[in-house]
């Protein structure tokens, strides 16, 4: 076992019943703790076990060479013309916004818009809310190459 640099502790070794019932096989997370491990292994087990062989994999190898009957790999992402998507997401967002007044919502401490818009506090609050909706929805959009869905559907 081994901590971790996010403080997680796991194990260096996993062992596994064989393909065949007379067999087991110990896998390792890196070729080093195979390395060290295979002394240790042999010494715990003694005369039990025997060496057969070592595989080594490799996980890049592996996704750029997959076996025959493995699924393919997915292709590039699907080009969707960019007045599509503008038509899309403005759809998606009159849905979303379309009782965002009543909603209560945690930027405003659990109270809807509507309620929020009574003290000057929260009116500023909501205002803030609707110009990072806005910013984000201009960011979001040059970063697509599309046209920022219409402002009237964020407000």
């Not at 592996?62 to 590039?76: A, C, F, Q, W």
């Not at 506090?121 to 809310?129: N, P, W």
């Not at 040059?142 to 407000?155: H, L, S, V």
Request: proline share 11%.
């Amino acid at each position: 076992m081994f901590q971790g640099q996010d403080g997680w502790i796991r194990s260096r070794l996993i062992l596994e019943p064989g393909q065949r019932s007379d067999r087991i096989k110990a896998t390792y997370r890196t070729q080093k703790y195979a390395d060290e491990g295979r002394p240790w292994l042999e010494q715990i087990a003694g005369h039990f076990l025997v060496f057969l062989g070592r595989e080594i994999s490799d996980p890049v190898g592996m996704l750029n060479h997959p076996k025959p009957g493995d699924p393919p790999k997915p292709g590039p992402p699907l080009e969707i013309p960019p007045a599509v998507m503008t038509e899309a997401l403005d759809r998606r967002i009159r849905q979303l916004y379309a009782n965002w007044a009543d909603q209560p919502l945690p930027a405003l401490d659990g109270r809807t818009p509507r309620e929020a818009i009574k003290t000057a506090e929260g009116l500023e609050q909501v205002k803030f809310l609707l110009h990072t909706y806005e910013h984000g929805e201009m960011k979001q959009a040059r970063e697509q190459r599309r046209t920022p869905a219409p402002r009237a559907n964020m407000t």
